[in-house]
């Protein structure tokens, strides 16, 4: 057989747009056709296919090119490209929607109060990060050229308010404590204030926020608000237990029920407080009544509004009471105390508690050490015996060093239930019979109504001033 000078004339290629894959195909399906491998390779590189050639497929046609006449042969295949991944935003704290399941407790049973996971942050926290774009993977085509993928785009910052971005670029920081918020356009905010457009119950849920908490409702029994800075709360509050490091407003009103808690590092103020427990590092401040409830405040409690009734309950404060009208004419029970901080009071109740189990164990050792000296002094006193006689004594050696620790501390104590000189007990109008005023250690009964008095210690005892 003759060959002809090319091959052009029996084969040609198919070339894909993206120059990504070649095809043989044959043009003349002449019987006795033949080609080798090296010639057959060698006109495929002359056509420009250079780069990623199926040696095996080429071997196939050379060797029974006859096989192949009918379409055509994929004979070579580059790389595709590939865009590099875009950076993104990662967030260090969880962004997603933020109502959650109910939690559920340890015995399985479901806890409906625990249904809002607010995304609160510190000043300084760091909230989110740049993950770095990754750059493109070029491909190549038959042709053995490049093909260029993208490189991904790095990604940016939407900044809100109260964020900061770190010297390095790529790290953002809250500027102050709050609650990390998405607003428009996806800008990133921490707000110090939540708020909550009506009340908490089992919809939002139980509260723990590191700023200030704004309630434009109610706060029902059995919910509670926990916040860093204030809590104000333009409704009434229930049997709920409300606490923050600041202070604590309520337009509403309290009415407990004898349940829950209201607890400020600083003030609390209320319209009234009826069947409550309020506590507060400051003062305790009431524009209408206080009734059949415990107060505590560390320097004031103030009940002087246009009502200012005070009545059942025992009110706490550190140094002064104030009060339109303390009990009524039906003379309920209604203890003032004032002059010393109502902790250190706890305190003190606990101490004496303490210094009594301590005496009664004193006591049953001495029993017990007299029982196993007579004993003794008889020759009786088994080897088991005097073991517990040595226990005993250490014991009682230990428990008699605890007491007079206890009771230096309760001397303490003592010293400064002296140190009255500022607490006093203010009624601007009346105060009634049943009312028990105490100022440090002092307690006085008040038997008889009066009207317009002060209350304070003088030389050993509780005197009442009038006022002008």
């Known amino acids: 057989m003759t060959r002809p000078l090319t091959l052009e004339s029996f084969m040609g290629i198919e070339l894909t747009q993206d120059k990504l894959t070649a095809a043989l195909f044959f043009i003349h399906a002449k019987p006795d056709f033949s080609v080798t491998l090296k010639e057959l390779e060698q006109w495929v590189k002359s056509q420009g296919i250079v780069y990623g050639l199926d040696f095996v497929k080429l071997h196939q046609i050379a060797e029974n090119p006859q096989a192949y006449y009918k379409g055509s042969t994929i004979i070579a295949k580059g790389t595709q490209p590939h865009d590099g991944k875009n950076g993104e935003i990662r967030y260090l704290i969880n962004m997603e929607d933020r109502y959650i399941k109910p939690a559920e407790q340890e015995d399985g049973t479901v806890n409906y109060k625990e249904i809002i996971q607010l995304r609160n942050v510190k000043r300084g926290q760091l909230i989110a990060e740049k993950v770095s774009p990754e750059p493109a993977e070029h491909g190549k085509a038959v042709t053995g050229e490049l093909l260029f993928g ?129 506590i507060a590092g400051e003062d305790v401040i009431v524009s209408q009544s206080i009734m059949h409830s415990h107060v505590r405040a560390g320097r004031a409690v103030l009940c002087s509004g246009a009502k200012g009734l005070l009545v ?106 002296e140190e009255t000189s500022r607490a006093r007990v203010d009624v601007i109008n009346y105060v009634y019979g049943g009312t028990k005023i105490v100022i440090g250690r002092y307690t006085k009964f008040i038997k008889e109504s009066a009207k317009r008095v002060s209350y304070c210690y003088s030389e050993g005892d509780i005197v009442a001033m009038p006022q002008y």
Not at 161 to 177: C, Q
Not at 343 to 354: A, F, H, I, N, P
Not at 361 to 372: F, G, P, R, V, Y
């Open 150 to 278: 993208k490189d991904g785009r790095a990604a940016r910052f939407k900044l809100g308010k109260n964020v900061v971005v770190g010297s390095d670029g790529s790290t953002l920081y809250a500027a102050l404590d709050g609650m990390v918020t998405h607003t428009e356009r996806e800008k990133i905010n921490v707000f110090p204030v939540y708020e909550v457009n009506g009340d908490v119950d089992y919809k939002t849920g139980n509260i723990d926020f590191v700023g200030t908490v704004i309630v434009r409702g109610n706060v029902l029994t059995g919910f509670r608000i926990k916040a860093s800075g204030d809590i104000r709360i333009v409704g009434g509050v229930e049997g709920a237990e409300i606490e923050a490091e600041g202070s604590i407003v309520i337009t509403g009103g309290i009415l407990a029920g004898n349940k829950g808690m209201i607890k400020a590092g600083l003030n609390v103020h209320s319209s009234f407080v009826q069947d409550g427990n309020v």
């Open 312 to 417: 059942g309950g025992v009110i706490q404060a550190g140094e002064k009471v104030e009060a339109r009208t303390i009990g009524n004419t039906m003379s309920t029970a209604t203890t003032i105390e004032v002059g010393v901080k109502p902790e250190l009071r706890s305190t003190m109740t606990e101490v004496r508690k303490q210094l009594r189990l301590l005496s009664d164990n004193i006591s049953k050792a001495e029993k017990a050490l007299t029982l196993l000296d007579q004993l003794a002094s008889i020759g009786q006193l088994t080897p088991e015996k005097m073991r517990m006689r040595v226990q005993l004594n250490s014991t009682k050696r230990q428990t008699l060093e605890e007491q007079a620790a206890l009771k230096d501390q309760m001397l303490e104590f003592e010293k400064s239930l």
